[in-house]
């Protein structure tokens, strides 16, 4: 039984953070997708917002930096600030919650003693629904070889990895 509703708990789990909305633009304010500002020449801002796990949103948040890099005629980009809202648990959906717990007592009523015992085992599902999170990156566009730094990214290579295209 317990385990019964802890694999429908995740498999519905999963489905909540599957409610990342289609990849593109953002159509209006607190709508989900990217948007970009320049900041320099060489500098942007790109946000994606969606609804759902905060590593998912990240990674549109890179796949958009990517793109524009490559739009702007540049080969890589350093990320250079990153805010990410939300908390690790912020994808929302079902969170399963099993508790146990034991009992004892004694005492008289009506002239007699007792004693008893127990053990109790629960489950609970707690559906929140997911919930918004967005990525913030600012970036710094770059041409030629990309500088050995963790933050650097290769741009081609993020497209390639997080969409499929070349």
Do not use: K
Request: a positive charge; aromatic letters at 8%.
């Amino acid at each position: 039984m317990i385990r019964a509703a802890v694999a429908i708990a995740a498999a519905l789990s999963l489905g909540a953070c599957a409610s990342l909305a289609p990849y593109g633009p953002q159509r209006g304010p607190g709508g989900q997708g990217f948007s970009e500002q320049r900041i320099e020449n060489d500098r942007f801002r790109v946000t994606y917002s969606g609804v759902g796990a905060p590593g998912p949103v990240a990674d549109m948040a890179l796949l958009r930096a990517a793109e524009l890099t490559l739009d702007q005629g540049h080969d890589w980009f350093e990320v250079t600030q990153r805010y990410i809202d939300g908390r690790p648990d912020s994808a929302g959906g079902v969170r399963p919650n099993v508790s146990v717990g034991y009992g004892s007592g004694s005492g008289r009523y009506g002239g007699r003693r007792y004693s008893s015992s127990g053990v109790g085992v629960g489950v609970g599902l707690n559906f929140s629904g997911p919930s918004p999170t967005s990525t913030l990156l600012e970036i710094r566009l770059g041409r030629g070889a990309r500088p050995d730094d963790r933050e650097a990214y290769d741009a081609r290579e993020v497209r390639y990895a997080l969409s499929g295209r070349e």
